[in-house]
C-alpha cells in the first residue's frame, strides 16, 4: 500500500510544478489511494489557502472539491481505518527520534506517523525533510520523477 502526501493530492487538482508528473505516476499506479481525515482537511485548507492569497477563484475550489467528491466515490480514494491515539504516539516517537537529524515539520511527522498506523510500505512525497523521516520510519520513498 502507498501513502500520499497532500502536497501531491493537490498536485492532481490544481496545475502546479510537478502536476503532470504527478498525474501519471498516480495513473500508472493504479491502486487506490488511502485518504484520512487528515488528509482531507489538509487538502481543503490548502484550497483555501489558495483563494485567499487570490490563487484561485470561489469558483475553482468549489470545482475542486466536487470533482475531489466524485474521485471518492469511484474508488480512486478510499477511508483506511485508523486509530488516532495511537497515531499521534507514533508520531511523537517520530519527533523525539529523529526531527533533530531531519528537520522535520509537525504535519509532515503526522503524515509519516499516520502512514505507520494504516501500516502503509510506500511513501510518495515532494518533500525531502519528509522523505527522510519516512525512510526513517521504514517507508519505501517512491520517485514519481522517472
Avoid: C
Amino acid at each position: 500500500m502507498i501513502y500520499v502526501d497532500t502536497s501531491v493530492i493537490v498536485k492532481l487538482y490544481i496545475r502546479e510544478k510537478y502536476s503532470r508528473k504527478v498525474s501519471k505516476w498516480i495513473r500508472g499506479n493504479n491502486e487506490a489511494i488511502p485518504l484520512t481525515n487528515f488528509h482531507e482537511l489538509e487538502f481543503a485548507n490548502a484550497l483555501y489557502l489558495k483563494q485567499f492569497r487570490r490563487e484561485i477563484s470561489n469558483n475553482q475550489v468549489r470545482h475542486v472539491l466536487t470533482e475531489f467528491d466524485d474521485h471518492r466515490g469511484i474508488g480512486v480514494y478510499y477511508h483506511p481505518q485508523i486509530d488516532w491515539a495511537e497515531t499521534l504516539g507514533y508520531a511523537l516517537d517520530l519527533a523525539q527520534n529523529y526531527t533533530s537529524q531531519t528537520g522535520s515539520r509537525t504535519l509532515d511527522i503526522f503524515h509519516v506517523a499516520s502512514a505507520v498506523a494504516i501500516q502503509a510500505k510506500r511513501f510518495l512525497t515532494l518533500d525531502e525533510r519528509q522523505s527522510k523521516l519516512a525512510l526513517f520510519a521504514g517507508l519505501r520513498i517512491e520517485n514519481f520523477m522517472k
